[in-house]
T-cell receptor, first 113, second 112 residues
């Protein structure tokens, strides 16, 4: 595709519900990053994949957060038992190398009620 | 990891140059300076990056001081569409991979 695609664009969840956020990176990009952005803040790193390998997950805030990229392309960020503090924009980015110029999607805005 | 410091907000008149400063006094010799911007409701967009030499592209110019402890992003003729949050980041390393770390950036408002 022409750019990084994320879906859904908006997600409203009830507290305690599980959600899955999808990221389609630019074709051929080996690196994929997930970030969380709270209102008025900069993006905060969550996790990083190089192809299918999750090389860094140090930013995941709790064990309720899980990310995967099984075939080295599409990635899914799953949040179990959502809490109100999980409300944020979740951004996905990909790059052709190991963290050079990143291309971001428009994000998924998650609202937990 | 080198940290960056940016003013929280700036404003600029349309058509004038916007000069956005960034302090990265702890930068190491092999770390690049990257600039991104984020327009409301969109993901960050890459602008430019550099190591030690000044750089220019179709979007902006990047001036890095000789000691590399600070840099300035220059938008030569700012337009209303340049209103955005601008992030200066240093490409850090983590186990051989590079994890871009964003701060709060500078909110630039371009006014008519």
């Amino acid at each position: 595709g022409a750019g990084v695609s994320q879906s859904p664009r908006y997600k409203v969840a009830k507290r305690g519900q599980d959600v899955a956020l999808r990221c389609d990176p630019i074709s051929g990009h080996v690196s994929l990053f997930w970030y969380q952005q709270a209102l008025g803040q900069g993006p905060e790193f969550l996790t990083y994949f190089q192809n299918e390998a999750q090389l860094d997950k140090s930013g995941l805030p709790s064990d309720r957060f899980f990310a995967e990229r099984p075939e080295g392309s599409v990635s899914t960020l799953k949040i179990q038992r959502t809490q109100q503090e999980d409300s944020a924009v979740y951004l996905c980015a990909s790059s052709s190398g190991t963290g050079e110029k990143l291309f971001f999607g428009s994000g998924t805005q998650l609202s937990v009620l | 990891d080198a940290k960056t410091t940016q003013p929280p907000s700036m404003d600029c008149a349309e058509g004038r140059a916007a000069n956005l400063p960034c302090n990265h006094s702890t930068i190491s010799g092999n770390e690049y300076v990257y600039w991104y911007r984020q327009i409301h409701s969109q993901g960050p967009q890459y602008i430019i990056h550099g190591l030690k030499n000044n750089e220019t592209n179709e979007m902006a110019s990047l001036i890095i001081t000789e000691d590399r402890k600070s840099s300035t992003l220059i938008l030569p003729h700012a337009t209303l569409r340049d209103t955005a949050v601008y992030y200066c980041i240093v490409r850090s390393s983590s186990g051989g991979s590079y994890i871009p770390t964003f701060g709060r950036g500078t909110s630039l408002i371009v006014h008519p």
